[in-house]
């Protein structure tokens, strides 16, 4: 009884989340017969937390690694693709120049960060998000400083919403695919022993680092578009908290290392915050502060057996 109870339940969840996939779906492919841009923002907004939040999963919930600095990337692909588009080229050349720039610094950050413990790492990331806002704002000549970049329009930008859909559904797939992977395999098994993960052969750096690369690509191309969608990008939105406090809440909120966990959770959350933003804007981050004690200590309580 107990187990067709939990096949039924899993069988629910997983209806649960193909709706939200396909309701996401509708909603952004009918965007560009709206006239309404504040729905075609909302629309975006979700699919860039859906981006954010599966693909902080591979490390968060597969890994099981707090990384607090996943907006590192999604800022470092904004300024990046901003910076090319600026110059004149092409979106398709600046969102891989994102991609590739994210990826780089991931790899390069990734030597000294898996050094040290798991505790340590995550208040490293959350150093390197912060160094990375100040740097922006310092270069002023590349980056406009506290006063923001501006880019020119584009006639190519109504493509942003259809790309970033396409980014979105590439990331859902990819982490279902992740997860069933041998290198999901291996990121489990590193997550409940690290020390029972190398006896049987694993090369624990190689696959975290792996998982470091997954993680940031998808929010590295996904800054790049949002700079093209937004033309204006400031460091503390790019580097902001929004973008690395929130997929750590729906990595957490619902079951971290499945695909529908944090893509349910990242639609309910997206319509929280855009309640909270029409009327309350100065207390979404102290919904993130809640949700991230709550979670804190729901989390101990089960470590405990409370």
Not at 135 to 153: F, K, R, V
Not at 231 to 259: E, K, Q, W
Request: net charge positive.
């Amino acid at each position: 009884m107990t187990s067709f109870l939990s096949v039924a339940h899993s069988r629910a969840l997983r209806r649960l989340s193909l709706f939200a996939v396909g309701a996401s779906a509708i909603l952004v492919l009918s965007i560009p017969h709206l006239t309404n841009g504040y729905a075609r923002l909302l629309a975006f907004t979700m699919l860039v937390n859906i981006t954010l939040a599966l693909s902080y999963d591979v490390m968060g919930g597969l890994l099981g690694y707090l990384h607090l600095g996943h907006g590192l990337f999604f800022g470092i692909g904004g300024y990046a693709a901003a910076l090319a588009l600026g110059r004149g080229f092409h979106i398709s050349f600046s969102l891989l120049l994102a991609a590739v720039v994210g990826v780089s610094v991931a790899y390069a950050s990734s030597w000294p960060l898996f050094r040290f413990r798991a505790e340590v790492f995550a208040l490293v990331t959350l150093g390197l998000l912060y160094l990375a806002e100040r740097l922006s704002t310092s270069l002023a000549t590349w980056t406009g400083g506290a006063a923001g970049l501006s880019l020119p329009p584009d006639p190519a930008s109504p493509w942003t919403q259809p790309s970033a859909w396409v980014l979105t559904l590439v990331v859902v797939l990819g982490h279902y695919v992740i997860r069933r992977s041998r290198l999901g395999m291996e990121l489990i098994m590193i997550r409940e022993s690290e020390e029972m993960a190398e006896s049987v052969g694993i090369n624990i750096n190689r696959v975290k680092r792996r998982a470091f690369l997954l993680s940031a690509a998808p929010a590295a191309l996904m800054g790049g578009i949002y700079a093209r969608e937004i033309s204006f990008l400031v460091p503390s939105d790019a580097f902001g908290l929004d973008h690395s406090l929130g997929p750590v809440i729906m990595c957490l909120l619902l079951r971290p290392g499945t695909t529908w966990g944090p893509l349910v959770a990242a639609v309910g959350l997206t319509a929280i915050q855009d309640i909270l933003w029409t009327t309350m804007p100065r207390l979404h981050l102290s919904l993130y502060g809640a949700l991230l004690i709550g979670l804190g200590m729901m989390h101990t309580c089960r470590r405990s057996g409370g």
